[in-house]
């Protein structure tokens, strides 16, 4: 005997863009590239070939471009994000759990002689604002809860001193020199959880929700670069640790955060072929930057022992 385990589906890759036209003259403007996943009592579609459960994937897509027209959360991904899932399991008696992810392409607006422009906008960096939220209807749809986890991916980041890497284990293994003088360069992905207290989750509850979202996201870029840059670096461990702290200690929302950070290697070449010194460290100055492999160096701090990314 097989029975189905999982069965969950929707829309990927649902690109949006959304206008805000302000009173003042001034726009908004974001951008959402949007997976919306739909679970409930669906399974006999996979299992005999039946789809009169199933809310085909297109619709999924329009109720996409719909919110992005008619949500009043459309400018903050979480809020938009728990907007659009709330209403997949409102709206369809039989769909239990939705989950919607969104990852937001940064347009931030032009300075114009100092001034922030009104309706331009410019693409100042590659990484990305994510969002990550699950609404479950699966205890009743008066009972309904929701998960949101944001974050940040790609940002990509270095600097040319105050890192090293030094009293590692040393063995017959062991090529590597220790340093006390390297370049540090990675790119963060993070997550964090910002627990939605209400064990009834609603319109009312999503309009009463108190929690600012954009605060959290700048506070989070913020100290990841400012630590980044300042912390005199014994590891990337011990810089990932001073930056999972410094969020927690300022984001009294964010139940924990983990972050992903690979060790983007620059090898400084042997030219003494040719009698000049690039040794590390102070002699080091042309570097190859090298694709693969990199260190990869994760960590998840909670504020208590049991929480889960
Ligand atoms: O910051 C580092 N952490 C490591 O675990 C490691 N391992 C390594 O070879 N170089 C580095 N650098």
């Not at 062991?174 to 064990?199: A, E, G, H």
């Amino acid at each position: 005997m097989v029975h189905l385990a999982t069965a969950k589906y929707g829309k990927d890759k649902v690109r949006v863009s959304r206008i805000v036209r302000n009173s003042d003259g001034t726009h908004d403007f974001v951008e959402y590239i949007i997976r919306a996943l739909l679970e409930g009592d669906v399974e006999r579609a996979w299992t005999h070939s039946d789809n009169s459960s199933i809310v085909a994937t297109d619709s999924i897509k329009n109720t996409c471009n719909v919110f992005a027209k008619t949500s009043p959360y459309v400018l903050q991904p979480e809020k938009f994000a728990l907007d659009l899932g709330l209403h997949f399991v409102s709206t369809y008696s039989h769909i239990h759990r939705a989950c919607v992810d969104i990852v937001q392409l940064k347009w931030s607006r032009i300075n114009v002689k100092g001034k922030a422009h009104k309706h331009s906008f410019v693409r100042d960096g590659d990484e990305k604002r994510t969002v990550s939220v699950v609404v479950d209807a699966t205890k009743g749809k008066k009972a309904i809860t929701a998960t949101c986890q944001g974050g940040i991916s790609g940002l990509l980041c270095l600097k040319t001193t105050e890192s090293q890497f030094e009293n590692y284990v040393f063995d017959k293994f062991t090529t590597l020199k220790p340093v006390d003088d390297r370049i540090f360069s990675t790119s963060v992905d993070c997550v964090y959880n910002v627990p939605i207290r209400s064990s009834s989750f609603n319109k009312d509850a999503l309009a009463g929700l108190r929690i600012d979202f954009d605060a959290i996201y700048r506070s989070v870029v913020e100290t990841t670069l400012e630590t980044f840059a300042t912390h005199n670096s014994a590891s990337v461990q011990a810089t990932l640790y001073i930056m999972c702290e410094k969020v927690l200690r300022d984001n009294a929302d964010v139940a924990d955060i983990k972050y992903e950070l690979p060790n983007k290697h620059y090898i400084a070449p042997d030219l003494s072929y040719i009698g000049l010194k690039n040794t590390e460290p102070k002699d080091a100055e042309v570097f190859t930057p090298v694709d693969a492999p990199s260190g990869y160096i994760i960590g998840h701090v909670t504020r208590d022992a049991k929480a889960k990314l």
